[in-house]
């Protein structure tokens, strides 16, 4: 049982002829319909303030085609629930909750898809999504990777640990590491993946803002260096980078690592953390992201998606794109 849990990823890939679909952007999305997230919690804000919300986006991504849903969790964190005055249990059982939502939400599209013969759509996946250090602060140093010199690999572990053991405790089917900007805590979850003995698939996913490193200005041959030495990790590459570098980075990846590599760029423009709020215009449309899709997998992607900015209306496209031509 534990090792069919650990192929679970593989199988998925796998089943969707070598190329599965994650969803696009989450937070963007519940801005899409209204709601209002300029929050230190950011879109972690709406596990108490709506989860039916959050239920209803992880279903629209789900009929636009995603293989995989990743939960509300990428900003929720026990001391940003406790700087909101709530109690560690009420932290852990919101986190909880956002394992919860996703996985109803699959029950429930699943049920109801697999009564329709023919039907284009695989049962989902539900990856955990635990943001970087980075995200926790609100301060924009996903995109920076400066956590400054008080932040060793101690102190990251720490920062991760307890959210980990409540998500994998939840049940999720993987865990997904986002916007992590350097190697430090990169280390720090590969470390933790070991420590806890994580039975689940992961991924390790990075941002860039100059298409060619970490934020932070370590090469990804640096930071992919702990990743390859770890069977707990079976997949990395790129999320929330726009969606130009994205070719580049692949064949990047390629020459780095064995593991199955996964991208799901943002729509393009750069996050303003004073304002809280996506400036300049998007890179890529919907068409766009449909058209480099089918590159991105010709050129070895294994799990492809979108992040901020990106909607359903992506995800279809970008389903129809890789269902059309695999
Ligand atoms: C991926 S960024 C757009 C998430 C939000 C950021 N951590 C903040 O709180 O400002
Ligand atoms: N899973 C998160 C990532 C933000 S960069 C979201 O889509 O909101
Ligand atoms: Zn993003």
């Not at 899409?32 to 303030?49: C, P, R």
Request: glycine share 8%.
């Amino acid at each position: 049982m534990k090792s069919e849990k650990r192929q679970m990823l593989h199988h998925l890939i796998e089943n969707a002829g070598g190329c599965a679909i994650t969803d696009g952007g989450f937070a963007t999305q519940l801005e899409k319909h209204g709601a209002s997230i300029n929050d230190s919690l950011w879109s972690a804000i709406y596990l108490i303030k709506d989860p039916n919300l959050i239920k209803q986006v992880h279903l629209e991504y789900l009929e636009a085609g995603a293989d995989i849903l990743v939960t509300s969790s990428y900003q929720a964190t026990l001391p940003g629930f406790a700087s909101k005055g709530l109690s560690i249990e009420e932290g852990e059982s919101l986190l909880e909750r956002s394992v919860k939502l996703a996985v109803e939400a699959r029950d429930t599209f699943w049920s109801s898809a697999k009564r329709n013969p023919g039907n284009k759509y695989r049962r989902a996946l539900v990856a955990a999504s635990i943001g970087s250090y980075g995200a926790y602060l609100a301060n924009g140093s996903e995109y920076s990777g400066c956590y400054g010199p008080d932040v060793d690999l101690k102190k990251l572990k720490d920062f991760h640990r307890r959210r980990l053991q409540v998500l994998v405790e939840a049940g999720p089917d993987l865990l997904a590491f986002e916007t992590i900007p350097n190697k430090l805590e990169a280390q720090a979850c590969v470390e933790l993946l070991e420590e806890e003995s994580v039975n689940i698939p992961s991924w390790i996913c990075f941002t860039t803002v100059d298409g060619e490193n970490a934020p932070s200005g370590e090469s990804f041959k640096d930071c992919l260096e702990a990743i390859n030495k770890s069977i707990k990790v079976d997949a990395v590459g790129i999320n929330c980078a726009p969606p130009h570098f994205i070719e580049s980075l692949i064949c990047t990846f390629k020459q780095l690592t064995k593991k199955a590599i996964i991208v799901y760029p943002n729509s393009g423009g750069v996050w303003d953390s004073k304002a809280k709020k996506w400036q300049l215009p998007k890179v890529f449309n919907d068409d766009d992201f449909g058209f480099n899709a089918t590159r991105w997998r010709d050129l070895g992607a294994k799990i492809i998606g979108g992040c901020c900015r990106t909607t359903p209306s992506t995800i279809q496209i970008l389903s129809n794109a890789l269902r059309e031509k695999s």
